[in-house]
């Protein structure tokens, strides 16, 4: 699976929009990009994911660039509760078989008054 | 509720005593994962599983075991080969054969003194 290159921290104000990059420019054309986020000592949880089309849904939106090299992935209202370290995983799928992840260090975002 | 249920949130035990974690899902699931997560870094794939009575090793099985002798159960045994088992350990599970989100439990902290 293709490495992704994330930037260790950001910062974002509340009510703001955050937006969080993600470089992937060895992904190949069967791989998708996901997101999550980790509060602290909790479970990772799935945000969103897409192949090549822009996604959107009720925590965030996705965008992928036309060669599909980079995405950002973007909170549009961000709020406290949206501090968390946010991983961008790039991983392939095959009928039949389990999608696993590499997650890497992550961006940790937070989001202040 | 559905979801995925891990025992206990802390485990204590002595170096050299094998210690079986705890995964149960109600989501149908066919796939489901171990991780492990060290401080400061992101999680790594112990074992997976893509249906019943199969399993193959993650990145770094050395040290671990699992069965997955019914659908909803997976559990991981560290065993006193593991060197440094000290860890946040993390369940999920996900459907299989396409691009699906995977779940998470809320993890195990082991801690081996």
């Known amino acids: 699976d293709a490495k992704t290159t994330q930037p260790p921290s950001m910062d974002c104000a509340e009510g703001r929009a955050a937006n969080l990059p993600c470089n992937h420019s060895?992904?190949?054309?069967?791989?998708?990009v996901y997101w999550y986020r980790q509060i602290h000592s909790q479970g990772p949880q799935y945000i969103i994911h897409g192949l090549k089309n822009n996604e959107t849904n009720e925590m965030a939106s996705l965008i992928i660039t036309e060669d599909r090299k980079s995405s950002t992935l973007i909170l549009p209202h961000a709020t406290l509760r949206d501090t968390a370290v946010y991983y961008c995983?790039?991983?392939?799928?095959?009928?039949?078989?389990?999608?696993?992840?590499?997650f890497g260090t992550g961006t940790r975002l937070q989001v202040t008054l | 509720d559905g979801g995925i249920t891990q025992s206990p949130k802390y485990l204590f035990r002595k170096e050299g005593q094998n210690v079986t974690l705890s995964c149960e899902q109600n989501?149908?699931?066919?796939?489901m994962y171990w991780y492990r997560q060290d401080p400061g870094q992101g999680l790594r794939l112990i074992y997976y599983s893509q249906i019943v009575n199969d399993f193959q090793k993650g990145d770094i099985a050395e040290g671990y075991s699992v069965s997955r002798e019914k659908k909803e159960s997976f559990p991981l045994t560290v065993t006193s080969a593991q060197k440094n088992p000290t860890a946040f350990y993390l369940c999920?599970?996900?459907?299989?054969?396409?691009?699906?989100?995977?779940?998470f439990g809320p993890g195990t902290r082991l801690t081996v003194t």
């Open positions: 060895t992904i190949s054309g069967n791989e998708y």
């Open positions: 989501l149908n699931h066919d796939a």
């Open positions: 999920a599970s996900s459907a299989s054969g396409g691009a699906y989100e995977q779940y």
């Open positions: 995983i790039v991983s392939s799928t095959h009928p039949g078989t389990a999608s696993k992840l590499t």
